[in-house]
């Protein structure tokens, strides 16, 4: 059996929790869970992640980037 307990939300959360409810009697425990699942992040980045989008941006700022056609050209690809 699932614990209960209670918790102070502001007034106007709770109007959007209703809002974000799938049917009218859908308790605010599935709400929750719902949006826990959107929110929550199996696979969070990883240092070499950052680094990489780190480094792309930096590319990006300093003009090293090429346009579509310039990298099919590169690659050898064609329309």
Do not use: H, Q
């Not at 989008?53 to 090429?66: F, P, Q």
């Amino acid at each position: 059996m699932a614990a209960t307990t209670t918790i102070c939300i502001d007034p106007d959360i709770k109007r959007k929790l209703d809002d974000l409810k799938a049917y009218k009697n859908e308790s605010y425990n599935s709400v929750v869970e719902r949006l826990i699942k959107i929110a929550y992040d199996e696979e969070p980045l990883t240092d070499e992640d950052i680094k990489g989008i780190e480094e792309s941006l930096e590319d990006i700022k300093a003009g090293r980037v090429y346009s579509e056609e310039e990298a099919k050209r590169m690659m050898g690809i064609e329309d």
